[in-house]
Structures are given as C-alpha cells and as structure tokens.
C-alpha cells in the first residue's frame, strides 16, 4: 500500500494535488467547502502511504450511485450537551463525518465528554483522519464506522458485517498516536484492487456469493465476503462495531459514524507527557536480533507524512487524467 | 475452560457455593459488603463456565502480596457530572472495579454518558461482569483494563504490555450482549495452568524470559510472555488499552481500570429492540454445512448460566478444602 515512485507516476506539490482534488469534485457538485473537506482528507491518506485512499476515490464517488440522488444539508436532529445525533443528508462520510468529528470535539471541549453519530452517509474513508482532529484539539478520541455487509461471521455462507474499522488516538508531547484498524482480514479496497488486477487472495480469508472458500478475487468482490481478522476475536470486535453502528440511528446492517471524545485533563493532569512515557517505555522494548525498532501505531504514517510534504505527491497519470477529465 | 463434571468434584448449589467464598474472604480480612461484591462474580464467572476464574481465584488473592498491604476505602479523587478519577486504596480489582462501574452507571443515568477511571488497584476478574451490570442498567457499556506486562510487542524480547482486555455490553429486548476478550493470544491464567500440569503451549505465542521463542510454559510464566492476538491489529489494540489506562491516573505499564457508560436514549429511541433485530440478522446468516449456529458474543457463556443456575456448580475437592482451611 505504500506510495512508491512509479514510472507512470506524475510528481505534484501538495498545493497543486489540493487544487486538483477540489476542481474535480466541485464539477461533480461538491461546494468549495465541501470539496476542500474532502479533498483534505484524500491529501492526507496519500501523504501518509495510503495511495489508493488518495484522489482515486474521487472516481469512485463520481460513479457511486448515491451521489447521483439528492442531498441535503448535514444537520442535528437530536442533540444534549454531551451527545448528538446527526443526519448526514446522503452526503458522502467524508462530509458527514467530518461534520460528526467536530461537533464531537466541541462538545468534547465544553463538557469533557460527547457522543456524536451519524446516519445517513456512506462511505468516510480512512478513520484515523477524523480520529487526529479529535486528538489534535487535545481529546482522546474513539471512532468506529459500522458498514453494509462484506464480512462473514464464522459457519456463515454469507457476508453480514462491514469491514467496521475502530480507531483510537491520543494527545502526547511527542506527538498524535492514532490506532486504526478495520475489523476483516483484508481492506474491501484491496480486494477490489485485486480482483481488478486478477492477483489470488491469501488462503482462508475469501468466500464467494454461495459461501465457498476461493482465492478468486473476482469472485468474493461479486457478493461473497471476507473473514474477519484475529478469529472469535476479530469476529466479536466486528459484531460490537456494527452494534455500536446502532447508536447513529443506521439501520442494522448499514453506515454509521460514531465518534466519542473524552477530554482526559477532566481526569488526569498531564496526560500528553504520560502518553509520551508510555511511547518512550515501549519503543524503548529490548529488540529481537535483527529488528529495528519498536513500531507505535501510527508512527510509520506520520513519519512519511513529513517526508512527502516536503518531496510531494506521485499520483498515476491515469488518474490525474481521468479527475481532470471529470 | 468449561466446567464438566469431574470424579474429584463437589456439586454445590449457588447459595452454599456463595456462603463458601464469603466465610472465606471475610478469614483474609475483607468486610462482609467486599466479600458479597467479590463472591457474586466469582459465582458469576462460575456460572458462565469459567472455572478458573471463580471461586479458587479467593486463594489467589489469599498469597498475593498486595493483599497483605494496608487497604484504604476506594475514593473519588477528581470528578464532574459525567466522569470520575478513583483511588482503589490498594483494593482488590473485584471490589475498586465494581465501584468504579457503579459510579459509572449512576452517573450516565443523570447526565446520559460518564467516563471513570480506576487506578491503585491490582486483578479486577472478568470484564464482562461488570458491563452487564452497565447494560442491565440501560446502558452501553465500554471497559477495558490495562496491567502489568505479560505481551510482547512486535520484535520485542520483553513482555511491555498487559493481556489488556476489553469488553462491549448492548441491552437487548432479547437479553445482554457482552464482548468481552483478553488481547494477548492466552489468557495468563492459562498459562500458569499449564505451566503447572506441565503442558505445551501452541506454537508461535510463548516466549521466554530472553525473549526467544518457547512452548514452555512454565519458561513463559516466569519472567517470559505471550504474543498479542491477531498480529499487528491485536498489538495496536493491546497498545491502545494501555493507553486508555493512563485514563486512570495509573502509571505506564500497571493496572488501570476503564468504563466508559453510554445512555442510547439520549441518541435513538428503541436501541434495545434495534439491537435485539441485529442479533436477529446476524443469527440468520446461512450457515455452512455441518454448522449448527452462528454464534453471538456472550450466547455461550449466557446460555450456560441459566443452566447451571438450576443445576448448580461443580468445584474442585481440593480447592473446597483449601478454601475452608483459609
């Protein structure tokens, strides 16, 4: 998943990737707002190593047939001092969710504590993202997205879990940490990507439309689905996220964006200098031969995130024709 | 870990179990009130099938040397409307643990969520019983609980983390859901157990105090650990509970008490029965040949108890006889 240099590859500064995510989306409808908030998010998965989370999406949003149906305006339809229930006004997640993180945060900032679902959206893309807001405005965030089905519970024959990514992220003096995970063996994204390049899947992990175990990328992409990762584990981490999913107000088996930020100075002083020692006492693990360092999650991301925005983006000539040729 | 009938076994019923473990706990110094809070989930855990997390527990805690150290009464430290920071005062888990999610519920019930933390405590149990009791108050109930090191991190050669579990409780028209795992790849009471009947443990999850790879149990159980479930995912979670335990005032790498309470009301109307249909769904997943059903968090162990409600429990001789020799 990391974004090399490739031969067929256009070199872009960060602000002129911007200005071709935001072009392209506003020619897709998106208001200049909305495209920056989008377009924002799609920068940042690429800075961080997540190529196929970067401005490829936004073919796939074009194409996605909800963003042909109307839209409306994200709004609160039911809200506290600590909580909120959002409609995301079938406005894609990056939108919506983004929308679901701050009102956490702000919330999160009056009353130490909020928590904040939204129905109504589809499709959010990378869940640390919103989880780093919540954390850079000094929360400890929890995030969770529960989606349509494309997991199969173990003795199914049939996908009924999304792939329902957790995050968790922390303030600390030496800088974000934010664990980001989805819940099935294998990102959905990887599997159409393999399917489109006609590479096997890993044995074990993929089940076609009549529950079938196959390696055939093609055909778990057409109806069947994946495992979940880690075993009973992994399945009962996925089951939790969709259930957690039911708090946004979406229908059992459909997108919901839950977000919880938690101010820890309410209780405890100094939490970013104790998260920071945790990290030190960590990295700082007596290492097997041969092993370089202790990785922290999200330390690999954010440390080529710095890299990149010095050196820019490579992006696929292929897509940088096709949002141009939106 | 299920609890079979067994030749060196003696049937009790739950009031003569329950009377056993008081009279006990109350020998090693605990007050009548402690005594019934630690003998209800030991009996619980009993019930649910987990043998050895019942009522010979009371002997673990009888030889732990931090129940030989002054004990203080569990206080609140810090607190708001919806969040709490308690002083275990050197109280076993079972009793700082319970009133830390007492506190919890009660104020998730007047301000809709709370956040507590429980620090100065050491060996809290099984993490579902206490998120039942948030859910059988209403809520959704999150709990995690970070400890002393037994997992090693990837391509470390030292334990740095605790088996940090993590437990999600749902209401349900249709009855408590409960997640609830450890994120180390055993239990570590697994591994004392069979370091002590001296058997292998799996390939791949041991390592011993020099950190190289084992099947030793009892090399694992002195000074040696375990790997964390499920790879890379499993590790950022167990890093992540640990995390979450600074949250308790607790330092980096000791035991921390989290619960996080959620009132679905102030979000959705109805979560139970929303709740009781996902269940539902996910039940009627088609199953593959041979599989009798699809299995949701908690059913197990759930179904159990009812059963041994009636039946009654089967302890161990030995253990009956220790327990009265306290």
Redesign the interface.
């Known amino acids: 998943m990391l974004d090399a240099d490739r031969p067929d590859g256009v070199r872009l500064s960060v602000a002129d990737a911007r200005a071709l995510g935001e072009t392209a989306l506003q020619r897709i409808g998106y208001p200049a707002d909305e495209a920056a908030i989008i377009t924002d998010q799609l920068i940042d998965n690429a800075l961080c190593g997540y190529r196929f989370a970067s401005l490829p999406r936004i073919l796939a949003i074009a194409e996605d047939e909800k963003t042909s149906r109307p839209r409306t305006a994200v709004r609160i339809v039911?809200e506290?001092p600590?909580?909120a229930?959002i409609d995301g006004g079938n406005k894609v997640g990056y939108v919506a969710a983004y929308r679901g993180a701050e009102i956490a945060i702000s919330k999160a900032l009056a009353?130490?504590?909020?928590?904040v679902?939204v129905h109504n959206s589809y499709y959010s893309g990378r869940n640390a993202y919103y989880v780093e807001l919540m954390v850079r405005a000094g929360m400890?965030g929890i995030h969770t997205a529960s989606a349509k089905p494309h997991v199969?519970?173990?003795?199914?024959?049939?996908a009924?879990?999304g792939t329902n990514p957790i995050s968790?992220g922390?303030p600390s003096t030496s800088g974000p940490?934010v664990?980001d995970?989805g819940?099935a063996s294998l990102m959905w994204g990887e599997v159409l990507l393999m399917a489109r390049l006609d590479e096997a899947l890993p044995q074990g992990v993929g089940f076609d439309a009549e529950?079938s175990p196959t390696r055939d990328a093609a055909a778990v992409a057409h109806g069947g689905g994946v495992t979940a990762?880690?075993?009973?584990?992994?399945y009962?981490?996925s089951?939790?996220i969709?259930?957690?999913g039911?708090?946004?107000?979406a229908a059992?088996?459909d997108y919901g964006f839950l977000f919880?930020a938690?101010d820890?100075a309410?209780?405890?002083q100094d939490?970013p200098a104790?998260?920071a020692?945790?990290v030190a006492?960590?990295k700082a693990?007596?290492?097997?031969v041969g092993?370089e360092?202790?990785?922290?999650?999200s330390e690999r991301a954010f440390r080529e995130r710095e890299q990149r925005r010095r050196e820019g983006l490579v992006l696929d000539r292929k897509v940088v024709d096709a949002l141009n040729a939106l």
């Open positions: 039911r506290t600590v909580s229930l009353s130490g504590i909020a928590v679902g400890v199969l519970p173990p003795g199914g024959r049939r009924a879990l968790i922390f940490v664990y995970i819940t529950g990762f880690g075993g009973h584990k992994g009962g981490l089951f939790a969709q259930a957690l039911l708090l946004t107000g059992p088996q919880i938690i820890p309410m209780l405890v939490f104790r998260m020692e945790l006492r960590i693990t007596p290492r097997r092993v360092e202790i990785r922290i999650p």
